[in-house]
Structure formats: C-alpha cells, structure tokens
C-alpha cells in the first residue's frame, strides 16, 4: 500500500490532497497564501500541510508533487520568477526537504492540470492533446503524442496571451485585446461590473446568468464567443484529436461549455473533423491533482521528470 502528496501553490492559496496508488483523494486541505507573500513563511505553510496529509497516509509515500506557477528553475528545483507571488529565484524544493525526507516532483501549474487529464482524466484514450485552463487566467499546455511541449524557453502554450481583439482592453501582460482580458473569470466579473455595478464574484455571475438575468447572460455569452473564437484559432495550428477544458470556471459544468460551443462550433466551414471540446475530469482541482499524479507515474515509469 502507498500513497502520494500533491501541492499547489497558488497566489491566495495552497491547496494540497493525499491519494492512493489510483489518484483516489484521501484527504485534502486548503490553506491561505500569506498576505505579504513572505517566501518563509509560505515555504514553511506548504511544509505544515505536507505533514499533515502524510500523517494521514497509509504505507509508503511515493513522493509529493509540486504544482508551482511562473518560470520554473528545474536545476535547483523551485521558481525563476512568479508574477503572481512576486517571487525571484525561491529555490521552493531544497528549502522543503531542509525539513521533510521525502522525494519531490514539480511541474508547471498549468501543465499539472493537463498531466492530470491526459493520464487519468479526460483524455486517456487521446495522443495528441491542447488543454486549457479557464480561471482568473487563461494558460493552457499542448499535448502531441503524450508528450508535453514545452518550447525551447519553457513557455509554449501562453494561450491567455494570444491577441483576439486589437482594440480590447488592457491586459496585466501589457498588450491590449489578449484572450485572458476577454474571456477569462476576472474578465467576467469586470464587465459584469462596468454592466451592473456590482461587485460579483465568477460563481454569482454565472447563477445569475442560467437565471437568464441580465447583463449577466449577455456577460457570459460573450466571454464564451471569445473563448471559442481562440480555440478556433489554436485548432487551426495544432489540430489536436481533443480539446480539454479545466480550470475553475470549468466548475460551471455543461451549460457554459455549450456556450463556448457556440462559440466554436460555428466557426468551422471547411475542416472535415471539428475537434471535441470536452470538460475535464478534475476541471478547478486539476493542478493539484496532477502534481498527486506526477511520483505515480514515476513509480509506473509513465512520466519522466527529475527526481529532487
């Protein structure tokens, strides 16, 4: 009997999980991300929860895995820069096993997502793979032949950042009109804002939205066009076998993807086969989980990664 230890650190929280042999969840915690964003004391929080899940653990553990955002430092194992925690050079992994005797993993944030999906999500029986997560962002992970694309600079499948709309809105990244600006959770609740004058969260708007409330149905209606307009872009340089949506807007389940459908779907005159738009399996849990998955897949020789 074994079990593994997944983490991920996001810019307001860390969520962590203990599953068995079979990505079953165990356990699983969430805890807030220090206000000041202090690398001790975030380091020492994600090493309190890795003991408390591992006290919960059953036989061996297998490893814990770790989904960090930003530019990986794979060398020393930890983080080159994060924008969203204001990190530079936190070498996260030899801080942590100062303190813990396990063996470490990391992955992307994003690309854990897809690890997740691709082997034991949503799309195990594809090869050739684009996955996107919908949340406060947009960034997503290609997929071709099981194997993760990463690029030569480590930052391949930026798809937040693909300009849709040259005369849209500012975007954090400093283009104006990118597809996070457009479609992405936070673009959401802007508009709703600018629409209603309320400050709603992505959860409310979309409650609202299935009511048939407006701005509300016409706020996600548009973010979804837009989606859908950049998937189809992607589909016609990728030509992925399926498309996966994950990421914590996905949690808004069939009625949003069939409006992102629409988006998509009606795009297409010419291609024999329209690619699939699938929801995740793990959809605003896939980080986490795919960091649980990554010493599984070690231990099954599937995923091959450096070992800390």
């Not at 991300?33 to 890795?50: F, H, S």
């Not at 069939?254 to 399996?281: A, H, S």
Request: net charge negative; hydrophobic share 45%.
């Amino acid at each position: 009997m074994a079990f593994s230890i997944g983490i991920d650190l996001g810019g307001t929280k860390i969520a962590g999980v203990l599953t068995d042999e079979e990505l079953n969840i165990l356990a699983e915690e969430k805890i807030p991300v220090d206000k000041e964003k202090r690398v001790e004391k975030v380091v020492g929080d994600m090493e309190l929860l890795i003991r408390e899940l591992a006290k919960k653990g059953k036989g061996e553990c297998l490893g814990v895995g770790l989904a960090l955002p930003g530019l990986l430092d794979w060398e020393r194992g930890g983080i080159a820069f994060s924008e969203n925690l204001n990190w530079h050079n936190v070498p996260v992994i030899p801080l942590l096993k100062e303190k813990l005797p396990f063996l470490f993993f990391m992955e992307h944030d994003v690309r854990s997502g897809a690890v997740a999906e691709v082997y034991f999500g949503a799309a195990c029986s594809f090869q050739d793979i684009l996955y996107l997560s919908v949340g406060t962002g947009i960034a997503g992970s290609l997929i071709w032949k099981r194997n993760i694309i990463r690029g030569a600079h480590e930052t391949s499948a930026e798809l937040g950042h693909m300009i849709i709309e040259p005369n849209g809105p500012l975007c954090r990244c400093g283009n104006i009109g990118c597809l996070e600006t457009l479609a992405s959770g936070s673009a959401m609740e802007r508009d709703a804002f600018h629409l209603s004058g309320e400050h709603l969260k992505g959860e409310e708007i979309f409650n609202r939205a299935k009511e048939g409330l407006s701005p509300f149905k016409e706020v996600v209606k548009r973010a979804s066009s837009f989606l859908g307009l950049g998937l189809f872009n992607l589909v016609q340089i990728f030509d992925p076998e399926v498309i996966v949506l994950g990421g914590g807007v996905a949690e808004a389940g069939d009625w949003w993807l069939e409006m992102v459908k629409e988006g998509y779907e009606n795009r297409f005159f010419w291609t024999p086969t329209i690619p699939p738009l699938v929801l995740g399996q793990f959809r605003g849990r896939a980080s986490v989980m795919g960091a649980a998955g990554l010493p599984i897949l070690q231990e099954r020789g599937e995923y091959h990664q450096s070992v800390y």
